[in-house]
Every structure is written in structure tokens, then in C-alpha cells.
């Protein structure tokens, strides 16, 4: 199938890519921040935590379902990258909320996750695959069997080595060094662009309830930096 | 003689988060507080995180009651949003009677809403119930009820 190279406006150039392992650098993010920081409006506008206390009326995502312009391209990349499984390709049916418009539909599996992920061709009315514009969603992430750092890394070398090149990572989104880079959440993570630009995180060792009370206890925002 | 033993490869387990764009970050907060009691557990503010700076976004993180998050709430402050990327996403609700209270919040709040999955050829397990609505950007949301819950 022929595809557009349409490069959506939120993706990092190459040349940014290379400057953003200085993130995990303290010298680095004082600098970005020194704008907010001589105005002070870095601490009337201050990234923290606030923590997880009680349950919500959901237990997780089920599906995840994003536009390509190629299932089979996307398919492979899904499948060697990080070991997904096809579970079925469907015949092209209606678009649920686009009168005359059609779908095609591939399910995707995770290890403990089954049809987590659908690749969808979308065609216009004239039969023209569209092309993913990027700007629905800023990425969605996988978590790594093992679910620890350890694995986040071993995966990081495992894609390197297979000759995929990450646009951000490995990081942990924390301020520990070596791996911090002063964001939230504590997952490490590393993120790929998939051949439609998604941007996909692979990560684990996420903050949970669990050990956020461990490591923070009832200390809440900037008393726990 | 040496053995070659292959290390075993890393693959993903299951889906952890999402991270959707939103055009109005607390009309956003307030649609998903308001219908899943989804937890506000964090904010990255470019004024005073690097990452967000560079990128031009905030990001504001909520969490379903165990992992730190499980749905980001993000702005970008110089690109304009789309639905032109992703046809939806699904979430399971904790049990029959958390899909129930969803369900009738959504009445309550207006939202107009379509039974079953979205996708027709999802799988659908007998006696499995699903509806759908759309958030304030018009980003497709699918609300399925696990069988056994």
C-alpha cells in the first residue's frame, strides 16, 4: 500500500531528540527553567504530586484503537518491536460516526492483555486511506512484562540493537538521579515513534498507592522534594 | 564448548496509560472527575517543568485509584487538537454497579450516549453490556462491563 510521509507538528525533530537525555541533567532543567524561575512563576505554577488515595469507577483501560495509513506496515512494527500478537484483521465495515465513511480493523494483543490495541485504516467515502494527524493523542504506553527497571532497561538495549531508535528515553519520571528527569509518576519509560508518528511509551515500575505512601508518607507537593 | 543461551525478549504486557490532547484543560478535569471519580494525582507545568517547557504542553494526570496514572489531560499551548488520530478508547469499569453510576451520571450531565461497543466487530462476550459517549473534544469513550464483576 502507498502511504504519505506526513510528519504531524507535534513530533520532536531529530536535532531535539538528541538534546532531550540532557533532561535527566539538573544543571540542564535549571536552565530551561530560568525564565520562570527570575519571574517566579515557577512557584506559583509548580509541578507536584498529589497522590492516590481511594479507588475510581474504573479498573483499567481495555482498547486503545488509532488510525494508520497500512495495517500491515504498522502490524510488523508492532509485532518486532515488542512482541505483540495479531489476533485477527477484520473485513472493511462501517465507521461507527462518519456517514459513508468505512473501517478496517486489526486487533492486536499484549501478553496479558488481549485485542488491547486496534490498528485502523479509515477510508473516505471515495475509498482513500486518511492519514493519522498525530494530534488526538500525545502517546499512549505499554506496560513491560516484569514491570520493573530493569526490564524498561534490558527492553531500551533489546530495541537498539534491533535497530529502533527511541525519540525519548530511557528516563524515570522522577528527580533521582542518574535516570530522573524532574517530571511525575516515577515510571521509567522510554518512547518510539511508530510508523504513522504515535508515539508509543514502553515502561514499568510506575508509583502506585502502594509505595507512594511508602516513600512519601503525609508529606504532600514540594515537601517531598 | 560454549552453550548460546538466548535471553529472553522484553514484550509489552497490557496497556498502563493514555495520554489525551484536550483543548480546555479544566472543562476536561471536570467531565472526567465528575463521571469516573478519576483522581487529579498530578500537574507538569511548563512554568516549572523542563519537559513541558520544551515542549510547549501541560499535562495534568489522573489516576484510577492504584497505579500514580492511568489518563493524562494534556494541552499543548501553540498546537490546536484534532480526533484525527484515534478512533477511540475504552475503559473497564470497576464493577456492575460502578458501570451502573457511570451510566446514570452521564444522563445526569447530559451526555448524549450510544449503547454497545463502538467498533462492530469488537468482541463482545454473551450478556456483556457497553455503551459509549463522547468527552468535550469529541474523543470517542467506550464504558464495558467485565463479565464476573
New interface residues.
Given amino acids: 500500500m502507498t502511504t504519505v510521509a506526513y510528519v504531524p507538528p507535534n513530533v520532536l525533530p531529530p536535532f531535539l531528540q538528541k538534546f532531550a537525555p540532557l533532561l535527566k541533567r539538573k544543571w540542564f532543567r535549571a536552565l530551561v527553567l530560568a525564565p520562570p524561575t527570575l519571574t517566579r512563576r515557577r512557584f506559583s505554577n509548580k509541578t507536584e504530586d498529589y497522590g492516590v488515595f481511594r479507588p475510581s469507577l474504573i479498573e483499567r483501560i481495555g482498547q486503545v484503537s488509532i488510525y494508520v495509513q497500512d495495517i500491515d506496515r504498522s502490524r510488523q512494527w508492532y509485532e518486532k518491536l515488542v512482541g505483540l500478537t495479531h489476533s485477527r484483521t477484520c473485513e472493511q465495515e462501517p465507521h461507527p460516526s462518519k456517514d459513508g465513511w468505512t473501517i478496517r480493523c486489526c486487533y492486536m494483543s499484549a501478553a496479558e492483555h488481549q485485542e488491547c490495541l486496534v490498528l485502523v485504516e479509515e477510508r473516505n467515502p471515495a475509498g482513500k486511506v486518511s492519514v493519522p494527524t498525530g494530534m488526538s493523542f500525545f502517546h499512549t504506553a505499554f506496560e513491560l512484562q516484569g514491570n520493573g527497571m530493569k526490564e524498561v532497561l534490558a527492553f531500551a538495549g533489546q530495541a537498539k540493537r534491533d535497530g529502533y531508535a527511541a525519540n525519548y528515553g530511557p528516563v524515570r519520571h522522577n528527580g533521582e538521579p542518574p535516570l530522573g528527569d524532574g517530571e511525575t509518576g516515577g515510571n521509567v519509560a522510554c518512547y518510539f515513534y511508530d510508523p504513522d508518528y504515535h508515539n508509543i511509551e514502553f515502561c514499568g515500575a510506575m508509583d502506585t498507592i502502594e509505595n507512594y505512601r511508602a516513600r512519601y508518607g503525609e508529606l504532600k507537593g514540594s515537601a517531598r522534594s | 564448548m560454549t552453550v548460546h543461551v538466548p535471553?529472553k525478549?522484553?514484550?509489552?504486557?497490557?496497556?498502563?496509560?493514555?495520554?489525551?490532547?484536550v483543548s480546555d484543560l479544566q472543562r476536561s478535569k471536570d467531565f472526567y472527575t465528575r463521571l469516573?471519580?478519576?483522581?487529579?494525582?498530578?500537574?507538569?507545568?511548563?512554568?516549572?517543568?523542563?519537559?513541558?517547557?520544551?515542549?510547549q504542553?501541560e499535562?495534568h494526570?489522573f489516576?484510577?485509584?492504584?497505579?500514580?496514572?492511568?489518563?493524562?489531560l494534556?494541552k499543548?499551548h501553540k498546537?490546536?487538537?484534532?480526533?484525527?488520530?484515534?478512533?477511540?478508547?475504552?475503559?473497564?469499569?470497576?464493577d456492575r454497579l460502578?458501570f451502573d453510576?457511570?451510566r446514570s451520571r452521564a444522563n445526569q450531565i447530559g451526555a448524549p450516549v450510544r449503547d454497545g461497543r463502538?467498533?462492530?466487530?469488537?468482541?463482545t462476550s454473551p450478556g456483556q453490556r457497553a455503551f459509549c459517549l463522547r468527552d468535550p473534544d469529541n474523543?470517542?469513550i467506550?464504558i464495558?462491563e467485565?463479565q464476573g464483576k
Wanted: with cysteine; proline share 1%.
Fill in positions: 535471553q525478549r522484553i514484550v509489552a504486557a497490557k496497556l498502563q496509560h493514555h495520554v489525551i490532547y469516573f471519580d478519576l483522581q487529579f494525582s498530578a500537574l507538569n507545568h511548563p512554568d516549572s517543568s523542563a519537559a513541558m517547557r520544551l515542549a504542553m499535562m494526570f489516576s484510577f485509584g492504584f497505579y500514580h496514572h492511568d489518563i493524562c494534556v499543548h498546537l490546536r487538537m484534532d480526533n484525527g488520530s484515534m478512533l477511540h478508547f475504552s475503559l473497564v469499569a470497576r460502578a453510576a457511570i463502538l467498533i462492530a466487530s469488537a468482541r474523543h470517542w467506550e464495558i467485565e
